[in-house]
């Protein structure tokens, strides 16, 4: 078997089910590099070499790869910091080592404002209408917040507010969700104004998915459509968190949608990737840089933004049920020459532990959290003995939590670990991956319970076709 040196760079259970598909290869005999954020406890168990880099810094990224520079034959890149900071650019200049992710130029989630300007570009039928604020158009305070209610008016107050940049200000807010005020609204939007531009837009009623697609500069090659769970807790109560599970039908589409839905959210990415490709091909966009944010109304999908990279926890929906070598996947991406990719018609549900202070949950429950297990050690080996039992329909990957010097592994402040179920429909798959999650112990940690439940996806449907009936 040829062995493989491949370097990883992770942040959370993405880079750890990214590192498992790697190694799950039938042709190849890896060895994985991995520049980590943390002493993940699958990465440091499963990685040839293991460092702890907690800026994920490119350049300290690059130094780590240089010492193996002669072993590594790829790279491939998980989080959206590096790409945004041109972790790709600095790895192919200076050791000549081929990167999975788009270069800095074309990591289009670093602006909301470019991304939107793209798409109306493209295809403005799918932006919903926006407004730009940017502080250099304006020189009395006065002035932004005569012309932002201004534009309140003309949208009846139902608004979205988005920072420009990745993690700015106080981050999105939606009206009705984060504020119920003009003056609420305002406050909001002051926080993100100081840090830079900021987008107003059209708040808009439907069902989300996500859009990923694998893409080697010349093919676009989409995957299945996955549902993410954004809100903290049931019922779709909360605040936005980076995703507390999410969830694949056995098709490329899901149970809200029509095959119509599908098509049309094709031919939407392959306009974008067109405008940017150009002529031929341009391999700057390797990776996943369409990783899409579809709302579906009345009228059709619609696009919410777009990131750079494969999604968390959307990713880890498709990877275990690869019939492709990820391997020879990654390769293919590399030569240009990656026309489709085969996925099993399995269904797949992914579900996040997270510790207590996460999504806010022991201020909003506080009788529910278990305040004897908060800081004790997150014990995996029982729900690992479930992994066996049920073979590959079980994954567990650790995400925020760290290996310490006693050898065992802590939770840290985001979403601690998920299991993937997979099954021969969305219930089956569910129910594996709740069995592995329960099996989960310590950290008084905590997890939505109706993620792709069936009253959950009853309701998305039902929905789905109230609006049909307004076209």
Request: contains cysteine; hydrophobic residues 35%.
């Amino acid at each position: 078997m040829e062995e493989v040196g491949v370097l990883v760079v992770s942040y959370g259970s993405r880079g750890a089910a990214i590192l498992d598909s790697l190694l799950r290869s039938g042709e190849y005999a890896v060895n994985a590099y991995v520049a980590d954020r943390q002493r993940n406890p699958f990465n440091v168990k499963f990685s040839k070499e293991h460092i702890v880099i907690p800026s994920l810094d490119p350049n300290e990224i690059c130094k780590f790869a240089a010492r193996y520079k002669d072993k590594i034959d790829f790279a491939i890149a998980g989080p959206e910091k590096p790409i945004i900071a041109g972790l790709r650019d600095i790895l192919e200049k200076e050791l000549g080592i081929p990167t999975i992710c788009p270069t800095k130029k074309y990591a289009i989630e670093k602006s909301k404002v470019a991304q939107r300007r793209l798409f109306e570009e493209v295809a403005p039928e799918v932006n919903p209408r926006f407004k730009v604020f940017d502080p250099k158009d304006y020189e009395r305070l006065s002035d932004v917040k005569k012309q932002l209610f201004k534009w309140l008016d003309e949208l009846d107050n139902k608004v979205a507010v988005k920072p420009d940049t990745p993690a700015a200000g106080k981050g999105v807010g939606v009206w009705g969700d984060h504020f119920n005020t003009r003056e609420e609204l305002y406050e909001h939007f002051m926080a993100n104004f100081k840090e830079g531009p900021v987008i107003v837009e059209e708040k808009i009623e439907g069902e989300e998915s996500s859009f990923q697609a694998f893409c080697d500069g010349k093919h676009l090659v989409p995957l299945p459509e996955t549902r993410d769970y954004k809100r903290a807790f049931n019922g779709d109560r909360g605040p936005n968190t980076g995703g507390m599970g999410s969830y694949k039908s056995t098709g490329f589409y899901l149970p809200f949608m029509n095959e119509a839905d599908w098509e049309k959210e094709k031919v939407i990415v392959e306009k974008i990737f067109n405008k940017l490709k150009g002529n031929g091909s341009n391999p700057e966009l390797r990776g996943i840089p369409f990783y899409v944010a579809f709302i579906h109304t009345a009228s059709g999908p619609m696009i919410l933004e777009n990131n750079s990279r494969p999604g968390d926890p959307e990713i880890m929906n498709i990877l275990p049920v690869l019939k492709d070598d990820f391997v020879e996947v990654c390769f293919r991406m590399i030569e240009g020459s990656l026309t489709r990719v085969e996925v099993e018609k399995k269904a797949t549900v992914v579900t996040y532990k997270v510790p207590p202070s996460y999504g806010g949950y022991e201020k909003f429950f506080p009788e529910n959290v278990k305040r004897d297990e908060i800081g004790t050690p997150i014990i995996l080996e029982k729900a690992e003995s479930f992994a066996s039992k049920y073979g590959d329909r079980l994954r567990i990957y650790p995400g925020s939590m760290e290996l310490r010097e006693d050898g065992r592994a802590y939770a840290l402040r985001s979403r601690t670990v998920c299991t993937v179920g997979i099954g021969d429909d969305i219930q089956e798959a569910r129910e594996i991956s709740l069995e592995g999650l329960e099996a989960i112990e310590g950290g008084a940690l905590w997890y939505r319970t109706d993620i792709a439940s069936k009253e959950h996806i009853s309701k998305s449907i039902r929905h789905m076709e109230e609006l049909r009936k307004t076209r």
